[in-house]
């Protein structure tokens, strides 16, 4: 009857009605003018539907990204957000997380190259620290370079322990350099990452593009020689002369580089001068980030292929903010939709964390209990205590007054190595007073410290939710990330009152 009234009512339109006057054809319309008429009509209803259907999409997708659970990783940098992101796609979405290995496998190999970078750097400062002008007192006592005798006084030589095989290896290995700079120019056409860090930017698309390289050089490698194509460039003025890649195959290629400087690689780092020298300088390249030097020997084949703890264990640093979406497959509601965001940790990045408070369900809040290390961007500053900050911030901000807050006390590994190397609690953080400079008396020192801000500055009260994690410990942290998953889904159903 509806459909019979309404079709009445335009069928059948009022006479005097303004609208239906200006909207009837003219009386004059001509057959030409009458189908050019239906035609925009027809455009006009079906531009009509498609936003009526973009609508029902928006709608639908707002619907959905309602439902879904919205967490925020927050932390300095270097305080594993990123890992922690890996981890949780490992655990509940492999699939998603394996159609990426292509693209972490040349991270990784990046990693490795910055550990050499730095290893050479090192070994450079040492021979520049150690270089002396010989006397006529220095060539009475016999001492020159590399245990050779100097003949006359003014001759500059080096005291260092290492010698011209070193040497020759750091040349060597300097033709990784090229090539790490024009895949970071690959990463960051626009420059400006920190020289120290693997960068990317949030939003770029930089794993389509490492992907794309990866199948891309995968064609030359079945040519690779067993020797890298090094060239010595001829030095102008008696400088000393230095290596570069000779096919420009290779300049974008890091597999068939690294695994012809294999041997070079894992000799250097195996090396007890070199290690001596390391020590020497109070550096400890095993604690940086995206640690390889262990596992060159692996890497740097031609046939390599990264396992999942290599991709968790994997650096690079996120740039802004990154939104990461995937689908439960596992556990609890699979299906469920996460929307993970991935936000930069440094100074300067702070200030984007702000617009995402007020739409998530949880912080995962990551403290390394690092107290003895200070800030890149600012040395003055004690990283542990920039962390303590950072939550006392979030605890306190009234958008986040029904935020589940849960606390990652981590890289407890690194802990555990700092203070089994003696390093006093007390002399970094003077409060710590004479209590036992153990891994369990000082993790429950630092969690009181955090507990206590919780409960003090909460607008209201909330439970206080804390693990203690080495992120890069895939097994360990799928334990923790299994509770804690279970944790805000349970927060989650409470808020929609499905439970």
């Not at 030359?220 to 000779?246: C, I, N």
């Not at 290599?310 to 690079?316: L, T």
Request: charged share 25%.
């Amino acid at each position: 009857m509806a459909a019979v009234a309404a079709r009445s009512f335009w069928t059948n339109p009022d006479p005097d009605d303004p609208l239906s006057k200006a909207l009837q054809p003219p009386i004059d319309e001509t057959p030409e003018e009458r189908a050019a008429r239906l035609r925009e009509l027809d455009d006009a209803a079906r531009v009509s539907r498609e936003i009526d259907d973009e609508i029902a999409r928006d709608r639908r997708a707002y619907d959905r990204r309602r439902k879904a659970i919205k967490i925020l990783l927050l932390g300095q940098a270097e305080s594993g957000k990123s890992t922690t992101l890996k981890n949780f796609q490992l655990a509940f979405s492999p699939q998603h997380f394996h159609k990426e290995r292509a693209a972490w496998k040349t991270i990784i190999q990046l990693n490795l190259i910055r550990n050499i970078k730095r290893l050479l750097e090192i070994l450079q400062e040492e021979w520049e620290s150690s270089l002396q002008t010989t006397t006529a007192s220095s060539i009475a006592k016999g001492k020159g370079v590399a245990g050779r005798t100097p003949s006359s006084p003014g001759v500059r030589f080096s005291t260092s322990p290492l010698n011209d095989n070193h040497r020759r290896i750091r040349m060597r290995l300097s033709a990784l350099l090229p090539i790490e700079q024009e895949l970071m120019r690959k990463l960051m056409p626009d420059g400006g990452a920190p020289d120290r860090d693997v960068c990317v930017r949030a939003g770029s698309g930089w794993k389509g593009i490492l992907t794309a390289l990866g199948s891309s050089t995968s064609t030359v490698m079945p040519d690779v020689p067993a020797k890298p194509p090094l060239v010595l460039v001829s030095a102008m003025k008696g400088s000393a002369s230095r290596p570069s890649t000779g096919d420009a195959r290779f300049k974008d290629n890091p597999t068939a580089v690294l695994a012809a400087c294999r041997d070079d690689i894992v000799t250097l780092w195996e090396d007890t001068i070199v290690q001596g020298v390391l020590k020497k300088h109070n550096t400890r390249i095993q604690d940086m980030p995206g640690f390889f030097l262990n596992d060159a020997g692996r890497i740097a084949m031609v046939n390599y292929e990264p396992t999942d703890d290599d991709i968790v264990r994997a650096r690079v640093r996120t740039l802004g903010v990154e939104e990461h979406h995937f689908t439960m497959e596992s556990g609890a509601l699979p299906g469920t939709e996460w929307y993970i965001y991935d936000v930069g940790g440094s100074r300067s990045c702070r200030q984007h964390w702000i617009p995402f408070f007020d739409d998530v369900q949880a912080i995962i809040f990551l403290a390394p209990l690092a107290f003895n290390l200070v800030l890149d961007e600012d040395p003055k500053v004690n990283r542990l205590e920039d962390s303590i900050t950072l939550w006392r911030q979030v605890c306190e901000n009234a958008l986040l007054a029904k935020t589940t807050l849960i606390l990652f006390l981590n890289k407890m590994d690194i802990l555990q190595a700092t203070l089994a190397a003696n390093i006093r609690v007390v002399k970094y953080v003077p409060s710590y007073g004479d209590q036992p400079n153990e891994i369990t008396h000082v993790t429950k020192y630092f969690r009181d410290k955090f507990r206590g801000y919780h409960k003090r500055l909460s607008p209201k009260p909330r439970p206080f939710y804390w693990h203690e994690t080495s992120v890069i410990d895939t097994r360990a942290t799928a334990a923790i990330l299994v509770g804690v998953r279970e944790g805000i889904l349970r927060a989650h159903l409470q808020s929609v009152n499905v439970i």
